[in-house]
């Protein structure tokens, strides 16, 4: 059973309005780094939107065709069951970081979900080793450069244990620096076999991708222009 399987997708976000998705379909292994690019207004951040369960649970529009985690219609699915198989990281980290403290931002997910205190404190351990943001436990976000901040939305997200990691355009704020260790980090996730879908047009950070697919007219398909 495939982590992702997208099948005959079409979409609007109004009645009446412009079709985003025609036909679109789309499976994603376990393990996978799969990119996707495309023109600004094509509809990546659509399509993650509707991978995790933002669309249509709470942002509204019309959806037709089948889009399964692991065999389950995300429609049929419930916003906090999807939050435990799926987590999104945005382009700007500062959308995502609230908290006055990276540990508070880290246990936040996981305190949602009724998880225990001494779990949630074993959770904060391994999300912070797993961004290689220990040092940082009791910073304060804002204090923080923007792939630091970006690594902390990875962790937090990481904190919920998620199989499916989406990442749209998250390294756009970030120096060459910070790239690097965001790219060993997803790389490092995939290792540990979650299924990854990032949204990105750096060619440089395509590179850790298996499969690149462009989002055109619509509908996804092969990249052609390495």
Known sequence: ???????????????????????????VKKGEILAIIGES???????????????????????QGKVRLFGKDVKEMEIREITKRVGIVFQDPDSQLFLPTVEDEIAFGPENLMVSREEIGLRIDKALKAVNMEEYRFENPNNLSGGQKQLIAIGAVLAMEPDILLFDEIMSQVDEEGKEKLKDTIVKLSNEQKTIVLVEHDLKVLKIAQRVLELKNGRLQDFKGW
């Open 1 to 27: 059973m495939n982590p992702i399987e997208v099948e005959n997708l079409y979409f609007k976000y109004k009645e009446n309005g412009k079709e985003i998705f025609n036909s679109l379909n789309l499976t």
């Open 41 to 63: 207004g094509s509809g990546k951040s659509t399509l993650l939107n509707i991978l995790c369960g933002i669309i249509p649970h709470i942002k509204k529009g019309k959806v």
